[in-house]
């Protein structure tokens, strides 16, 4: 499924502001979420996460490969800080630590920052975008 714009939009500002989170199970059905630092677009359908620290959310991943990534912008109206927007992306993932895509990935996350490992890449492959942001359309899909 091709990411929407507004979308992207969203994924990029919560990405600044540290407000993306992927999440995971493990096969029994236990949840896991971390905080993402480092986000990338392969194309329209798919998004790069750096695999730095997984440890649970790795081994999640090699049992069950569903995932999901959520993002969330804020503004500031009348003195507080509300939702703005938020989309929660869900997809099959998979994990590359060879071939020329990792390695031109993994050249990259170190150019920036030499002490992070890029043990691994995993590729998400959205299949689902949800509203998140609070009102009428959350929860709703949104494609």
């Known amino acids: 499924m091709k990411?929407?714009?507004?979308v992207k939009d969203c994924l990029n500002?919560?990405?600044?502001?540290?407000?993306?989170?992927?999440?995971?199970?493990?096969?029994?059905?236990?949840?896991?979420?971390?905080?993402?630092?480092i986000l990338k677009f392969h194309d329209d359908e798919t998004l790069i996460v750096i695999d730095n620290y997984f440890l649970k959310t790795r081994e999640n991943l090699n049992k069950n490969p569903l995932a999901t990534i959520t993002c969330w912008n804020m503004e500031e109206k009348d003195?507080?800080?509300?939702?703005?927007?938020?989309?929660?992306?869900?997809?099959?993932?998979?994990?590359?630590?060879?071939?020329?895509?990792?390695d031109k990935i993994k050249a990259e996350v170190k150019a920036s920052n030499a002490n992070l490992p890029a043990k691994?890449?995993?590729?998400?492959?959205?299949?689902?975008?949800?509203?998140?942001?609070?009102?009428?359309n959350a929860g709703k899909k949104v494609q």
């Open 13 to 37: 500002k919560s990405l600044k502001e540290r407000r993306l989170v992927l999440g995971t199970t493990s096969k029994a059905g236990v949840p896991n979420a971390v905080p993402i630092g």
């Open 120 to 136: 691994a890449i995993v590729l998400v492959k959205v299949e689902e975008i949800y509203d998140v942001k609070s009102g009428p």
């Open 3 to 6: 990411i929407p714009e507004n």
């Open 79 to 102: 003195g507080k800080l509300i939702p703005k927007d938020g989309f929660q992306l869900k997809g099959k993932a998979k994990i590359e630590d060879s071939g020329p895509l990792y």
